[in-house]
């Protein structure tokens, strides 16, 4: 029999032992089970979603630190002795259009890549820099027209000009002047970064790859532009690419070895004339007009619209309806009115 200090102590520790939810069940407290609301499950576990980064230059998906990168435009020469260039495969977007002589030069924006060597860099023209405006970006460059420096200096364009800011370019002592004068992606960013541009362009072009997917669009393989006498292009589509040619001869990028190409060719027909000096030109870049847009191995009619100066250009289909482009390089022809177009 239990004395009474036994029957005490007894009492004591079954009081200890429920106070402190000892694992043992006395039937005064239910323990959770695993499946409680209490318990977190595997599938309940927040899982961390990585984040995609889509260029709004190209559509692609790119790096983290390539959609970061500053964006800038260059003005490259294209006359025979300045091939091959430098750099244009690494380009986002490219706008070609003629300039004295007949020969046309190239306005190339970069982004997406950086890029070791990019040239010839060459003069600025007052179309360049509108195009340069659309997209509120610094051009690099070296002198320009008079009409095209006195803008520059009234307006306080976001000009990087070699002749006042020569440490940002060098010259190739293996090429002959003037054809002979390069920059780099680390020179161009280097100096927006000490001037303090701003170099965030409000332009996002819109891409679509199951709208190019689409057999009822009409195909072309071959794209033929005969701008004069003095210069033709043309574009091949092989592996889902334009292979762009230069008369009759396949282009290529002096840095890769291989050839110039592009998933997407704008061209855009608009009124081009001489200026009083017969010699520089005027082109229209505001109002609208007709053209082509080409991907995948099909094409469209469009009809291009540019409201202002301030206005980004529209590529919009016979309802008015926006184009998209193929994700990828783009190269943009501005051309005359007159000139030969051959799609095959």
């Not at 007894?10 to 106070?19: A, E, L, P, R, S």
């Not at 704008?266 to 053209?291: C, E, M, P, Y």
């Not at 980004?312 to 005359?336: C, F, M, Q, R």
Request: charged fraction near 25%; glycine fraction near 4%; include cysteine.
């Amino acid at each position: 029999m239990f004395n009474k200090k036994t029957l005490l102590c007894i009492i004591v520790c079954i009081c200890f032992f429920t106070g402190c939810n000892f694992p043992f069940n006395f039937g005064k407290k239910k323990i959770d089970s695993p499946t409680s609301n209490n318990t977190i499950t595997k599938n309940e576990i927040p899982i961390e979603k990585e984040e995609k980064y889509i260029s709004k230059f190209t559509g692609e998906e790119v790096s983290k630190n390539s959609f970061a990168n500053t964006p800038f435009m260059v003005i490259i020469e294209n006359s025979k002795d300045s091939r091959p260039q430098y750099g244009l495969n690494s380009s986002d977007i490219i706008y070609e259009t003629v300039a004295e002589g007949g020969i046309p030069r190239f306005i190339a924006l970069f982004q997406k890549n950086d890029c070791k060597k990019i040239g010839p860099v060459r003069s600025a023209r007052n179309y360049f820099i509108d195009i340069a405006n659309e997209y509120n970006l610094p051009f690099a460059h070296c002198g320009g027209s008079a009409e095209a420096l006195n803008r520059i200096l009234k307006n306080k364009e976001k000009s990087i000009n070699e002749i006042s800011n020569s440490s940002y370019f060098f010259r190739d002592k293996t090429r002959k002047p003037p054809h002979n004068l390069y920059t780099d992606s680390n020179k161009i960013k280097t100096y927006i970064k000490n001037v303090d541009y701003k170099s965030n362009s409000p332009i996002k072009l819109n891409f679509d790859k199951k709208y190019w997917e689409d057999s009822n669009l009409p195909s072309t393989k071959e794209v033929n532009i005969n701008l004069n006498k003095y210069y033709t292009t043309s574009y091949y589509f092989k592996n889902n690419k334009y292979i762009k040619y230069m008369d009759n001869n396949v282009s290529v990028d002096a840095i890769t070895k291989e050839p110039l190409y592009c998933s997407n060719i704008v061209i855009q027909f608009t009124d081009i004339s001489l200026q009083n000096d017969a010699l520089h030109l005027n082109i229209r870049l505001t109002g609208q007009g007709k053209g082509y847009l080409i991907s995948n191995g099909k094409f469209k009619k469009i009809k291009w619209v540019k409201k202002d100066k301030n206005s980004v250009t529209a590529i919009l289909d016979e309802n008015e309806n926006p184009i998209p482009l193929y994700p990828g390089k783009t190269w943009w022809h501005i051309v005359s009115t007159n000139t030969s177009i051959n799609l095959k």
